[in-house]
């Protein structure tokens, strides 16, 4: 009797009446009627069984956690667990998941090109960078119409760490977006009480580069889940491979950019486009860079101590003896082991080589060590003749006579000798 009822329906979607329906079938109109009123069944299709039904679960809880993770880096660990099957199946059911996500990224905030980039930190906990045990960060910015990234290693996520991180990153993109977002870290957002204020440094870099700091809005839109989804993928990508090994951190940076080259080629599920096909677009907006770097290096108060030399890291580095009993200002270098003087007008005295910290060394200048010796010996005839003037003792000395002349006195005493 179904096979009717289907030949029923099918006679009358091809525009065939209740009658001649009847007459074809053989049928009476009142069967046909009943019939056509009636739904007909749906055939069973049979449920073929596949290899990765039961890593499913597994699979789709990765892809959805990170929809851009590596799919070859899966089906190793499904492989590890057991999986007989084949990548192929893998990279199907991946690639499901992944546009089922795409679709659900229609309401993510998207921005057009150059108007915003997405900074955020990865930690990776303590690793033995350098030859010690440290710990080790990754400054991340992203750039949010092309996904294109840029990745840096430090040891540190202070205020001049971050900012010089930015002045990579910029001259890595080749120019400057609109606005750049941040969440809230102490080095971009500092809350009064009652409002949040950008960071005082943060605020005179966003000026001399010419973009707006962004806070974001925890569960909005505007969130910076670009950045956030683009570590999970380089974590699992990336440093897996580099976890727990013996870094160096020139070395560990250059591997990051020469992977991202890599990646920037490979399709955007969402799009349908690489990374490099979206920022040759992006770059064209870009703001351009300054002609001049902003200081991004924390100030150091330094005392220049009676042997003409300051303290720094445990070392100690002579100065000129003209700064003997001032406070000169230090400014450390970021990338590498050198510290710039400054008097106190802020003019340039001199850059000097850090020795490693804690090594308690003492460093003299041949310069300095002939100039300090003279004011040496000045401080001693001056030293001499203040004593010999209160005891109202006679010049008998010849180094002195000349003292007897009033001008010469008054530049004595001022120290100009």
Not at 336 to 359: H, M, N, T, W
Request: with cysteine; aromatic share 12%; net charge positive.
């Amino acid at each position: 009797m179904e096979k009717f009822m289907l030949k029923a329906h099918e006679l009358q979607a091809q525009g065939f009446t209740q009658k001649q329906i009847a007459e074809q079938l053989g049928k009476t109109d009142r069967t046909i009627r009943t019939w056509l009123k009636q739904m007909p069944r749906k055939r069973k299709t049979p449920v073929r069984k596949s290899l990765l039904d039961e890593y499913k679960p597994f699979v789709e809880a990765l892809v959805r956690e990170n929809p851009e993770i590596n799919g070859a880096n899966i089906f190793k660990k499904l492989k590890k667990m057991g999986f007989k099957g084949q990548s192929s199946i893998v990279r199907e059911f991946i690639t499901k998941i992944r546009k089922e996500e795409a679709q659900k990224a229609t309401i993510r905030f998207e921005t057009e090109p150059a108007r915003q980039a997405q900074v955020d930190w990865i930690e990776f906990g303590r690793q033995y960078v350098n030859g010690r045990i440290q710990k080790l960060y990754a400054f991340v910015m992203v750039m949010g119409f092309s996904r294109m990234p840029f990745v840096s290693f430090t040891t540190s996520m202070n205020s001049a760490t971050l900012l010089n991180c930015h002045i990579k990153a910029v001259r890595f993109f080749g120019g400057i977006p609109e606005e750049i977002l941040y969440d809230n870290m102490k080095t971009a957002w500092v809350y009064d009480g009652e409002h949040w204020q950008t960071n005082h440094q943060l605020a005179r870099f966003a000026y001399h580069y010419g973009f707006i700091p962004k806070r974001c809005k925890i569960h909005r839109p505007e969130t910076k889940g670009k950045v956030e989804r683009f570590n999970k993928y380089f974590e699992n990508s990336f440093f897996v491979d580099y976890d727990n090994r013996n870094l160096n951190l020139p070395q560990l940076n250059e591997d990051a950019l020469a992977w991202i080259k890599t990646i920037a080629e490979n399709k955007l599920s969402q799009f349908n486009q690489s990374r490099n096909e979206r920022f040759n677009l992006e770059k064209q907006y870009l703001k351009k860079i300054p002609s001049s770097d902003f200081d991004v290096r924390d100030s150091i108060p330094l005392i220049v101590n009676r042997e003409s030399c300051i303290t720094y890291r445990t070392n100690k580095y002579s100065v000129p003896p003209v700064f003997i009993g001032k406070t000169i200002t230090g400014k450390p270098f970021l990338d590498v082991e050198k510290l710039e003087l400054f008097d106190a007008d802020g003019v340039s005295i001199r850059i000097i080589y850090c020795a490693p910290a804690g090594s308690r060394k003492s460093f003299i200048s041949v310069e300095d060590q002939e100039a300090i010796l003279k004011a040496w010996e000045k401080g001693l005839k001056r030293d001499a003749f203040k004593r010999q003037s209160k005891k109202s003792l006679k010049f008998s000395n010849p180094d002195y006579v000349a003292i007897r002349n009033p001008v010469f006195y008054e530049q004595f005493l001022a120290g100009g000798l």
